[in-house]
């Protein structure tokens, strides 16, 4: 007779459904219209805390208004002196630059906006999770749900704003990113109509050749923090912008450790690969008797021998192996 068990089998794992990491409400696009609503009310200065939610379209003790304040705070537009409802709010520089920067050239003021894009440090994570692109929601919502703990709403919510704010900042649009190195830099420093040597006298400079597209170089607040090279055309460069903190170095860590497993996944793929692949057949093995047999040395015993036989040492050292064995009948004969 077989009695039932009264073990329970352990449970699936289910999504989390508690309280989820910290996102932004709203895109960096909506954010940004936040904060000129707040310039326009109250210009540069500080503003109390309740008319910041007024400029904003709040009132005073709004979740609403709170939610806006978080997503400007996160994406680094604003700063808050004091404590909660009685607190200043204040755009930072970088809000400032995009809003009142109404040049002909944009490049200054989009490569900023993609830097407060990635202020949030999930949507560092996401960036690096999805270099590409997010092609699938439910992808995204899963690596959100079960590699984030964020609970199954905030995790749609993450990726809808995510997209539209990848959309606005062209995060995924490298070959856009406005350029300018330390080299460039010395070449400006030198005037257009100077030679250089004294003289004074001008000379046409040729313009410069265009970057070539997709080729991303460092742009203005940006440095070199690491280079590694491994070979020709093979090369890790790391672009770093203000205080590597423990969110830039945590979002790191993620992509490398992404990386290893891609690779160890790739490598262990080639492995079954060769493994699977039929093995030439071995050649077939002599037939007893005929056996070559190959002499490498002269062993001590067979000096001896040969010193029988009327061999003095200097002669058998003239000797080769295959002679001493020839002498003393130790070849095969076939």
């Keep these: 007779m077989v009695e039932a ?3 329970t089998p352990a449970p699936p794992q289910k999504p989390k459904q508690g309280r989820s990491p910290a996102y932004p ?5 909506a954010a940004i219209d936040k904060a000129r609503e707040l310039y326009n009310a109250q210009g540069k200065y500080p503003a109390p805390m309740p008319l910041a939610f007024v400029a ?7 979740s609403g208004g709170r939610d806006i304040r978080a997503a400007l705070k996160y994406f680094g537009l604003i700063t808050i002196d004091g404590d909660g409802d009685n607190g200043k709010v204040k755009l930072t520089d970088d809000a400032m630059r995009i809003l009142l920067d109404e040049r002909e050239d944009q490049s200054e003021k989009k490569a900023i906006i993609r830097r407060v ?7 560092k994570k996401l960036l690096a999770e999805f270099p590409d692109g997010i092609v699938s929601d439910a992808t995204a919502e899963h690596f959100l749900v ?3 703990e964020y609970n199954k709403s905030a995790a749609n919510a993450v990726v809808t704003e995510f ?3 990848a959309t606005f ?8 990113i406005v350029v300018k190195d330390e080299s460039e ?8 109509g100077d030679l250089g040597d004294g003289s004074g006298k001008g000379r046409e400079i040729p313009p410069k050749p265009p970057t070539p597209k997709g080729q991303v170089k460092v742009m203005d607040g940006e440095r070199v923090a690491f280079t590694e090279e491994g070979q020709p055309g093979q090369y890790l460069k790391l672009i770093a912008s203000g205080e590597v903190d423990d969110g830039l170095l945590e979002a790191l860590e993620d992509y490398v450790k992404r990386q290893r497993k891609r690779l160890t996944g790739a490598k262990a793929a080639v492995v079954e690969a060769e493994t699977a692949a039929p093995q030439p057949a071995a050649p077939p093995s002599p037939a007893p008797g005929n056996v070559a047999k190959v002499a490498f040395m002269i062993t001590q015993d067979q000096r001896a021998q040969l010193k029988q036989l009327g061999h003095d040492d200097d002669s058998i050292n003239k000797m080769t192996p295959e002679m001493a064995h020839s002498l003393l009948g130790l070849m095969s004969r076939n």
Excluded: M
């Design 5 to 7: 068990s009264n073990k």
């Design 25 to 29: 409400a709203i895109s960096v696009g």
């Design 146 to 148: 079960f590699d984030q």
């Design 56 to 62: 904003w379209g709040y009132s005073a003790k709004s």
């Design 163 to 165: 997209k539209e704010t």
């Design 117 to 123: 894009a990635l202020n949030p440090a999930i949507h």
């Design 169 to 176: 900042a062209g995060l995924y649009k490298p070959d856009t």
């Design 185 to 192: 830099e010395d070449e400006d420093d030198q005037s257009e």
